[in-house]
């Protein structure tokens, strides 16, 4: 009997062995010492990475707009302006480019009619103008990354006595930011 636990004994010592070699094995780096001074100066190095994508944030100072309704005079003119209709906040960790693109050819509105999204025009600067569309326009850019960069949008919104009938008129602009 005593024989047999010998053997037992050291089947399982050589187990342990084997599944301490298969631990010790995994490690890429170790730092050993004496066993009376311990390791001294010991340093291992654990390299780290981190692959950071295209990140940015698009944000509107309100999701609807309200545009100032016309009077007569306001009729076959450049249109109606409502200077700071909406502030977009644009944080990007690259260059960057804001788009507007009208997401339909006509506004809706009362049936029959077909006010064309190019009736309403944007602009960064209160000056210059760009009719909306469907294929988009460039807002603005910005050649590094920035952490905050806002535009101020303006509108204005042309009326035409034969287009524009009584009623409430809709368009979604969608504002798009891509890195270049």
Not at 48 to 59: D, G, I, N, Q
Not at 102 to 119: C, M, Q, R, Y
Not at 139 to 144: F, I, L, Q, R, Y
Request: include cysteine; hydrophobic fraction near 40%.
């Amino acid at each position: 009997m005593k024989s047999t636990m010998k053997a037992s004994t050291f089947i399982s010592a050589a187990v342990l062995s084997l599944a301490v070699a298969g631990t010790a094995g995994a490690q890429v780096q170790n730092c050993t010492g004496t066993a009376s001074t311990g390791p001294s100066g010991c340093t291992v190095t654990n390299t780290v990475s981190s692959t950071v994508p295209y990140v940015a944030r698009l944000t509107l100072s309100q999701a609807a707009t309200t545009l100032t309704a016309p009077v007569a005079a306001d009729f076959g003119t450049a249109g109606v302006v409502d200077a700071a209709a909406i502030t977009i906040d644009v944080k990007a960790n690259t260059a960057y480019t804001l788009t507007a693109t009208a997401a339909t050819a006509n506004f809706s509105g009362p049936t029959g009619s077909a006010k064309p999204a190019s009736s309403l025009a944007f602009t960064t600067n209160a000056s210059t103008y760009t009719s909306l569309s469907t294929t988009g326009a460039t807002v603005g850019t910005g050649s590094a990354a920035t952490a905050s960069t806002v535009f101020t949008i303006g509108y204005r919104t042309a009326y035409n006595w034969t287009v524009d009938a009584p009623g409430t008129y809709t368009l979604a602009v969608n504002y798009t930011l891509t890195a270049p």
